[in-house]
């Protein structure tokens, strides 16, 4: 990245994923504060470590395992300081619908995703992937397992998610 060019596209290309960026602040920090001070740690080290990206792979693919590292990280460091959040607490800010006016699928869409949150930082990063329709070799690549130890962990991490929603709901 040492000529002007080479930074315009890295720029670019860090633009056109910053989805990743806010799904896995919003997935990892409980209050918006946290999540922009998240988000500016994985641009930067995005940035410091642009030379490590190889074009084998795909952009979104380094991108993702550097901003999951990188969250991972912030949530140990800050893990000892995070209160306990309460169940009827939003995990990301969703502006209070009224019951009524509420659908069953956003019930069970907040609910399951307090769930995720409650994951270890490896499932949780797991099921971020997952629920964004990555294949187990995309995971794989992300997380630096193998495809079936995907295929294997992502069926116990469903089984505890549909255990904590049944246990939840009667």
Same mark, same amino acid.
């Given at each position: 990245?040492?000529?002007?060019?080479?930074?315009?596209?890295?720029?670019?290309?860090?633009?056109?994923?910053? %989805?990743?960026?806010?799904?896995?602040?919003?997935?990892?920090?409980?209050?918006?504060?946290?999540?922009?001070?998240?988000?500016?740690e994985?641009?930067?080290?995005?940035?410091?470590?642009?030379?490590?990206?190889?074009?084998?792979?795909?952009?979104?693919?380094?991108?993702?395992?550097?901003?999951?590292?990188?969250?991972?990280?912030?949530?140990?460091k800050?893990?000892?300081?995070?209160?306990?959040?309460?169940?009827?607490?939003?995990?990301?800010?969703?502006?209070?619908?009224?019951?009524?006016?509420?659908?069953e699928?956003?019930?069970?869409r907040?609910?399951?995703?307090?769930?995720?949150?409650?994951?270890?930082?490896?499932? *949780?990063?797991?099921?971020?992937?997952?629920?964004?329709?990555?294949?187990?070799?995309?995971?794989?690549?992300?997380? %630096?397992?193998?495809?079936?130890?995907?295929?294997?962990?992502?069926?116990?991490? *469903?089984?505890?998610?549909?255990?904590?929603?049944?246990?939840?709901?009667?």
């Open positions: 990245m040492e000529d002007q060019i080479d930074r315009k596209e890295f720029v670019k290309l860090i633009q056109m994923n910053k %989805g990743i960026v806010y799904k896995i602040c919003n997935s990892y920090c409980r209050n918006k504060h946290d999540r922009e001070d998240l988000a500016q994985i641009v930067y080290q995005l940035w410091i470590s642009g030379h490590t990206f190889n074009d084998d792979f795909k952009f979104s693919t380094w991108m993702y395992r550097v901003a999951l590292n990188v969250a991972i990280s912030f949530y140990r800050n893990k000892s300081t995070q209160a306990l959040v309460s169940f009827t607490d939003n995990i990301i800010d969703i502006e209070d619908i009224s019951d009524d006016f509420e659908t699928y956003e019930q069970n907040k609910q399951l995703l307090y769930f995720i949150h409650e994951l270890n930082e490896f499932d *949780k990063a797991l099921m971020i992937l997952f629920l964004e329709a990555k294949n187990y070799k995309e995971i794989a690549e992300i997380l %630096g397992i193998t495809e079936t130890n995907v295929a294997t962990k992502i069926s116990r991490v *469903k089984d505890k998610l549909k255990q904590r929603i049944l246990t939840a709901n009667k």
